[in-house]
């Protein structure tokens, strides 16, 4: 059963300390999303990639986060340093884009950050 | 500006009644989809049903449907008889871009919904 796979599913941190959180996206996948989830703004597109190349990160905050996607099987979001307003659940999402496929995402379980 | 808008941070509706969340989009992209998404409390995201820009008809899915309106720009989610087991909080979507090259997908702030019994 293929599924998207984040780690760690929950951290606690203290404040200005490095995160960095993991993703395996579904084989075959070409896309693969980061969004971050809070009551107030719902679900924040951070950042993807489209056959590993990084197509935008304008949602991110540059100075603190950098995604990668070193190979297909990998994407790492990383915050440095943490602060406490980054504290939120962060899920990667991967999907088929493009070549008359919809565009549905499989999440993964999300990784819940605390900072303290 | 947003350009997915859910004017309904929450809502209250009688076991076995419809439910209409709402939905309005913003693009200037001719091709686009629209997706609602369900996040029931354990934090999951399921995936509802679909609806492409160039669909003629209304997306449907079991008692999921889509009420497309495209001159208005909105696509909110109709629930017919609704269960204790969708209270939920349920996301719209959108992909926007140009076919293959650079389609991002973007969410509302969501609408939570609790089914009374």
């Known amino acids: 059963d293929a599924r998207v796979t984040q780690t760690p599913r929950h951290k606690v941190t203290e404040m200005g300390q490095e995160v960095t959180m993991r993703c395996q996206p579904i084989?075959?996948?070409?896309?693969v999303f980061w969004y971050r989830q809070t009551m107030m703004q719902g679900l924040e597109l951070l950042a993807y990639?489209?056959?590993?190349?990084?197509?935008?990160d304008s949602g991110m905050p540059k100075d603190r986060f950098s995604a990668e996607m070193p190979d297909a099987t990998l994407a790492t979001l990383k915050i440095q340093p943490s602060e406490p307003r980054d504290s939120a659940v962060y899920f990667c999402?991967?999907?088929?884009?493009?070549?008359?496929?919809?565009?549905?995402?499989?999440f993964g379980e999300g990784s819940r950050l605390t900072v303290l | 500006a947003q350009k997915i808008t859910q004017t309904q941070p929450g809502m209250f509706v009688q076991e076995k009644e419809a439910v209409t969340l709402d939905c309005t989009y913003d693009?200037?992209?001719?091709?686009?989809?629209l997706f609602w998404y369900k996040q029931p409390s354990s934090g999951e995201m399921i995936f509802l049903i679909y609806q492409g820009s160039y669909d003629q008809q209304n997306a449907t899915e079991g008692r999921y449907s889509l009420n497309f309106q495209k001159a208005r720009k909105s696509a909110n989610l109709v629930i017919s008889a609704s269960q204790l087991g969708d209270s939920a909080m349920y996301f719209c979507a959108m992909r926007e871009g140009r076919g293959n090259r650079d389609d991002k997908i973007i969410f509302g702030k969501g609408t939570r919904l609790h089914i009374l019994p």
């Open positions: 693009t200037s992209d001719p091709s686009y989809g």
């Open positions: 084989l075959g996948h070409n896309t």
């Open positions: 990639f489209r056959n590993r190349a990084p197509l935008d």
């Open positions: 999402a991967s999907g088929p884009l493009g070549g008359g496929n919809t565009g549905e995402l499989f």
